[in-house]
RNA sequence: GGCCCCAUCGUUCAGCGGUUAGGACGCGAGGUUUUCAUCCUCGAAACCAGGGUUCGAUUCCCUGUGGGGUCACCA
């Protein structure tokens, strides 16, 4: 029988690289064996996913040529694939659980975990449900949700004895049954948590093979149960290393940029992006690092991946990425060029310059700070601490506004007036003048005095480079002597 | 902190009981190049520690240490 895999993604914010990772290995042992590649879009937590990012992981994926056989915008015979066109299901089989016993319903208000948590986290206790509903009457229980009372629904653990995961790459796990929490299956908005909604979906579109990052290895044993709970064959796990941070923790933007969006922004090739994740976590043999998506499905074995989480470096990427395009033939390197620097915002940078350029040959310079990542700010360092403000408090607003961009949905689409409305507001909220404001984002956006305007400026330069600027920003007042 | 995972050069991947411990990135030194980059050559650089098992451990087992993950009505 040949495997069914999938990669399930949050449409939270931007496309992550760990997503990507991920899903090579998905990708690759599916079409190794001839399988199926799903994509399962996990949007249960109604108040984090939205459309945007969802499209944004179709077009993050489908850039590194990862396309999958079966997903919400491609069809396939065993979906709906987004989890809140599902949740009748949901409800349905979590109906089966509680009938059976493996589940119960729980009125414990959240002002009431928010308490016992405080107390378990003073007596040094591991925070975990109390068990405060387990023995309620099911019958009871059944007539106060039926007159409205608003609950969710727990998975019972047994007290006692020990329930282990099989994992592919790392032998069997086990776990102590005391030590698993009664997990919400159904939260009280009718939504599952990922637990339930992973496991249903995963046995009734026929997964075969999960395979996921290590951070889900402690939730494994919930998925056991709920398969043995539903009297279901569970499929075979297999948990990946974590993609790292130089300091060995989870890549986190904080550290690192994190999104596809941001590699792909900054020039590099989808091949080159994918074999470098590629070898991170797996090896061809013969010490032979660089390979093809094609050449690495057809070598595709698990004794050929490691379990170690590695950091992901990108001075090598960029070696990486110098090694290709040296390779490349003028002509395909020439049409790759130009269509980078052209093709997508051609006509904004023309609209941007035409009234500040006198030649024809002024365009590239002029235009020049739209491209590239890193900028020097030595020339405009000077200027950038406003009149009456501290470096120190230059730089925590430059970091709130970084943090900003993340946050605020205005903003988060990053155009011309989402920035400007946001912006606004920012420099309000924060006590700024947006005399002082603008001109510091735009030395720090842009490593000049002068631009076009500066929302127009932003949206143009793109999310991805503006944050790395800003970033670069940050740091460049941090290491200057005042 | 409890539980769980991981452990070879700075980083990454090899090695799967006996090897001068290998490749790549990065780093250093030379060379080619008017400069820079490229390219070539050479070099420095690792088996976390302690116990076992074994004729023999980087390799198998245990303990410790270190790193990481996870402990939500987020995934």
């Not at 994926?61 to 009748?88: F, I």
């Not at 297999?238 to 790292?244: I, P, S, V």
Request: glycine share 8%; aromatic share 10%; charged share 30%.
């Amino acid at each position: 029988m040949p495997p069914r895999v999938r990669i399930a993604p949050s449409p939270t914010g931007d496309p992550h690289v760990g997503t990507a990772y991920i899903a090579l290995f998905n990708y690759a042992f599916a079409k190794k064996h001839g399988g199926t590649f799903i994509l399962r879009i996990e949007d249960t937590d109604q108040t984090r996913s939205t459309a945007s990012s969802e499209v944004a992981i179709y077009d993050a994926l489908r850039w590194l040529g990862l396309d999958w056989d079966e997903g919400p915008d491609v069809g396939g015979d065993r979906g709906p694939y987004r989890q809140s066109e599902r949740t009748a299901i949901y409800r349905e089989h979590v109906q089966t659980l509680i009938d059976n016993g493996t589940a119960y319903r729980c009125f414990c208000t959240s002002e009431r975990l928010a308490q016992m948590r405080a107390e378990q986290e003073r007596n040094k206790q591991n925070p975990r449900y109390d068990g405060h509903c387990r023995g309620l009457d099911p019958k009871d229980a059944q007539s106060r949700a039926a007159a409205g009372e608003p609950h969710v629904i727990r998975l019972r653990v047994p007290e006692e004895g020990e329930t282990t995961l099989h994992d592919e790459l790392r032998g069997p796990i086990a776990f102590q049954n005391a030590e698993i929490d009664d997990q919400v299956l159904l939260k009280s908005d009718g939504f599952p948590t990922y637990h339930l909604a992973n496991v249903v979906d995963d046995h009734l579109m026929g997964i075969t093979h999960v395979i996921r990052g290590e951070d889900w290895i402690t939730s494994g044993p919930k998925h056991v149960l709920l398969y043995q709970g539903f009297g279901w064959e569970p499929p075979l796990f297999f948990h990946l290393g974590l993609l790292r941070n130089g300091d060995k923790s989870k890549l986190s933007k904080r550290k690192n940029p994190v999104s596809v969006d941001h590699y792909r922004s900054l020039g590099y090739l989808p091949s080159t992006f994918l074999n470098f994740l590629a070898i991170l976590g797996f090896s061809m043999g013969e010490d032979r690092e660089r390979f093809s998506l094609d050449e690495m499905v057809a070598e595709f074995e698990w004794s050929k991946v490691s379990t170690g989480g590695p950091v992901f470096d990108p001075v090598k990427l960029d070696a990486f990425s110098g090694d290709d395009i040296r390779a490349m033939d003028p002509a395909a390197l020439r049409d790759a060029l130009v269509e980078h620097a052209f093709g997508g915002r051609i006509d904004t940078l023309v609209e941007l310059s035409r009234e500040r350029i006198n030649r024809l040959d002024d365009f590239i310079p002029y235009v020049s700070f739209f491209f590239g990542g890193e900028v020097d700010y030595a020339a405009v360092l000077p200027k950038m601490v406003p009149k009456k403000r501290e470096k120190k408090e230059t730089m925590k607003i430059l970091k709130a506004y970084l943090e900003g961009i993340e946050k605020d949905d205005a903003a988060r689409a990053f155009t011309v007036d989402g920035l400007a409305e946001f912006s606004k507001a920012f420099a309000q909220q924060h006590g700024w003048k947006p005399k002082e404001l603008y001109p510091l984002l735009r030395c720090a956006a842009t490593g000049r005095t002068a631009s076009p305007s500066l929302f127009e400026t932003l949206a143009a330069l793109g999310k991805d480079r503006v944050r790395l600027r800003l970033r670069g920003a940050i740091e460049a007042l941090r290491v200057a002597p005042q």
